[in-house]
Nanobody
Framework: VQLQASGGGLVQAGGSLRLSCAAS????????MGWFRQAPGKEREFVAAISWSGGNTYYEDSVKGRFTISREYAKNTMYLQMNSLKPEDTAVYYC??????????????????WGQGTQVTVSS
């Protein structure tokens, strides 16, 4: 499975961005997908996740109510709509995919595939 993330950029605080993650290859093996982010000097942290078939969603507390994760099954694409962006949202955002069912979705461990990352910068 190959993942291609896009949609990052520079935006002012309060603005919006929409990230996309296109999956290719053996996409039938995908059980769920997620977004993580990593700011300079910090560890990679969970942002949101979605189960590929049922559409169940999960969010990190700081993004609840501001970010929305979704997927377009026919296009093998996942999205992250980010509204009301804050400077602390600045990071490289990575999309990821897991090929096994698991009750744990908020750590990088279950995710076998990773995209290249897209930079999101929120200015104050």
């Amino acid at each position: 499975v190959q993942l291609q993330a896009s949609g990052g950029g520079l935006v002012q605080a309060g603005g919006s961005l929409r990230l996309s993650c296109a999956a290719s290859g053996r996409t039938s093996s995908i059980y769920g997908m997620g977004w993580f982010r990593q700011a300079p000097g910090k560890e990679r942290e969970f942002v949101a996740a979605i189960s590929w078939s049922g559409g169940n969603t999960y969010y990190e507390d700081s993004v609840k109510g501001r970010f929305t994760i979704s997927r377009e099954y026919a296009k093998n694409t996942m999205y992250l709509q980010m509204n009301s962006l804050k400077p602390e949202d600045t990071a490289v955002y990575y999309c990821s995919a897991r090929k096994t069912p698991t009750g744990i979705v908020d750590t990088p461990i279950p995710y076998a595939y990773w995209g290249q990352g897209t930079q999101v910068t929120v200015s104050s």
